[in-house]
Nanobody
Framework: QVKFVESGGGLVQAGGSLRLSCEAS????????IGWYRQAPGKQRELVAG???????RYGDSVNGRFTISRVNVKNTVYLQMNSLQPEDTAVYLC??????????WGQGTQVTVSS
């Protein structure tokens, strides 16, 4: 089963940038569409950005133009470059398939906190 490990989160001031990394296990990574998700306290998990096996990207309306998703298949890694961060971007960020795999495939996520 595919497993995901996220890293790169932290505390940043509004307007700042962070780059998140998602490392996935499994030899089928390059055939898998991957998404970055986020979950803020009291809110439902939402898809922030997705990248297909062919490299086609899509973004949520709230991050379009500020975030960039990319992948390096030989490293089994997907990145999320986040620029112009705002306090409303504060959340735990997780990666998974797009659509997600089963419950057991979710990692711990990485916390992003944006101060005003």
């Amino acid at each position: 089963q595919v497993k995901f490990v996220e890293s790169g989160g932290g505390l940043v001031q509004a307007g700042g940038s962070l780059r998140l990394s998602c490392e996935a296990s499994g030899r089928t990574f390059r055939f898998t569409d991957i998404g970055w998700y986020r979950q803020a306290p009291g809110k439902q998990r939402e898809l922030v950005a997705g990248i297909s096996r062919a490299g086609v990207t899509r973004y949520g309306d709230s991050v379009n133009g500020r975030f960039t998703i990319s992948r390096v298949n030989v490293k089994n890694t997907v990145y999320l470059q986040m620029n112009s961060l705002q306090p409303e971007d504060t959340a735990v960020y997780l990666c998974n398939g797009d659509p997600p795999f089963g419950f057991a495939s979710w990692g711990q996520g990485t916390q992003v906190t944006v101060s005003s």
